[in-house]
């Protein structure tokens, strides 16, 4: 039986750009909210999470005028929070439809915030009912698992946790899996290249049995992203084909639905 995309289906991981807002670095072209409107309609998607792209640091412009645009009602978005946030500012990220802020440290590199400020940020969005989202190298989840562990708030992983090719045994997945069976980690099936050494034509086969392992251990924990617009990849990637290979993981139907429909509604704050 051919599994299709269920309704309500959400694109939890996607970068809009937009020249109108300050950047710190030069942004692509052809990506901004209304670009990936054509392209959520050609994947038969309804439902998009916006996360902050780098370029922006803390400014959260450009996902709050995406959201807007691309209807307040089937998206939501994850920010970068300074450090000195106030309420009054967080009250109105949240009604604009923000539910997490993000630290990508896998590299230091125009990093907004730190590792200093995890804990205290999570303190502060607590609260809220946001979670953190984490973009962290498999070694770096092992170094700060104490830290993980302390934290109040849910945390999101990022591209499956960012574990090495063929190495579903990295340390790091037990610290995962312990938090996401315990119920405060989610877990998103995304970014397969970034760790891969094959292309997606083959089907990323080295970084299949990490999809198939979360899949297998905690379907109910996962969320999918895009990570549209692909802007490190030359020649950009064929979003379509990375739905067919999530169709493929999944297996069922039932799973697929999980992944795409409910687990999405309960993480971002959808209508059920």
């Known amino acids: 039986m051919k599994i299709g995309i269920p309704p309500q289906a959400c694109d939890c991981h996607l970068h809009v750009y937009n020249g109108r807002f300050p950047s710190n670095a030069p942004v692509p072209l052809g990506a901004e909210a209304s670009d990936y409107m054509a392209k959520r309609a050609e994947l038969g998607f309804l439902r998009a999470v916006v996360i902050q792209p780098r370029p922006y640091g803390t400014d959260s412009s450009v996902i709050l005028d995406a959201i807007g645009i691309l209807g307040r009602k089937n998206t939501r978005g994850v920010t970068v929070l300074p450090p000195d946030v106030t309420d009054k500012e967080l009250q109105r990220l949240h009604d604009g439809g923000i539910r997490g802020t993000r630290f990508s440290l896998y590299t230091t590199t125009n990093a907004a915030v730190g590792f200093d400020a995890v804990e205290r940020t999570a303190d502060r969005v607590r609260a809220m009912g946001w979670h953190l989202q984490l973009h962290w190298t498999a070694d770096q989840i092992v170094e700060h698992r104490n ?38 980690a989610w877990i998103k099936i995304s970014g397969p290249y970034l760790e891969s050494h094959f292309a997606l034509k083959d089907g990323y086969p080295d970084v299949a049995p990490i999809a198939r392992r979360w899949i297998d251990t905690v379907p109910d924990r996962l969320v999918w992203g895009s990570d549209w617009p692909h802007v490190d990849r030359p020649g950009g990637i064929d979003d379509k084909k990375l739905v067919a290979l999530l169709i493929e993981w999944s297996q069922t139907e039932a799973c697929l639905r999980k992944i795409l429909v409910h687990n999405p509604a309960q993480l971002y704050d959808f209508d059920a």
């Open 147 to 184: 830290l993980l562990l302390r934290l109040p708030t849910p945390v999101v992983f990022d591209h499956m946790a960012r574990l090495p090719a063929s190495s579903a045994r990295h340390p790091a997945f037990d610290v995962v899996l312990g938090l996401a069976q315990d119920g405060l």
